[in-house]
């Protein structure tokens, strides 16, 4: 078949950096994302920025998140606004031809990061600009690939998922960057086995 009949189909590899876990009282700090073009195996355009926050939202942080992401009010004072990463990201997607229709995003742990994302770009003008709306997980497919091995996962970290496949870990400190740099040669391994 003439690839050049087949439409593209993109994934986008997407992960956040917090100041907590809950998505209602904590905020987005490090937001990172890149287009894979599952067709044609290229990569696409990267993101990658520091969100600026208050210092009352820094100071209210959760000091083990803080600790695993090593953020600090440094790094965040001079962050771009919610607004600026929200335009962004919403340019990257229309010049892209990002839609629910051909693309979908893939996150280590998608029920976190989308409730953070959808505090820089909200569900309805998601829903206006036809965002994606399933959100993959790596460790659901980690999951799969090995219960039809006839193991059961006891742990499904990212951490703990690329040791097993004997893929690059992401770096310490945590960051948004190196975690879709991991999650993506994750994902190639269980995709190429």
């Known amino acids: 078949m003439d690839s050049k009949n087949i439409d593209s189909q993109y994934l986008i590899f997407l992960d956040t950096e917090t100041n ?25 355009e990267v993101y990658n920025a520091m ?27 001079d962050g771009k606004s919610i607004g600026d990463i929200k335009s962004d990201i919403m340019k990257i997607f229309s010049e892209n031809k990002i839609t629910c229709s ?30 994606p709306y399933y959100w993959l997980d790596l460790a659901s497919m980690y999951w799969m690939h090995n219960v039809k091995s006839g193991i059961v996962p006891r742990n499904i970290t990212l951490k703990s998922i690329s040791e097993s496949l004997g893929v690059k870990p992401e770096p310490t400190p945590h960051t948004a960057l190196g975690g879709i740099g991991c999650l993506f040669r994750c994902y190639l391994k269980l995709t190429k086995v």
Do not use: H, M
Request: proline fraction near 5%.
């Open 51 to 77: 969100i600026k926050c208050t210092y009352e939202e820094f100071k209210s942080s959760d000091p083990e998140a803080l600790k695993v992401n090593g953020i600090t009010w440094e790094s965040v004072k």
């Open 102 to 131: 051909n693309s979908r995003f893939i996150c280590q742990n998608p029920s976190f990061d989308k409730g953070f994302f959808n505090k820089i770009i909200d569900p309805k003008t998601q829903n206006n600009l036809k965002f």
């Open 20 to 44: 907590g876990l809950d998505s209602i009282s904590n905020v987005p700090l490090n937001i990172a994302l890149f287009i894979y073009n599952a067709t044609t195996g290229a990569i696409g």
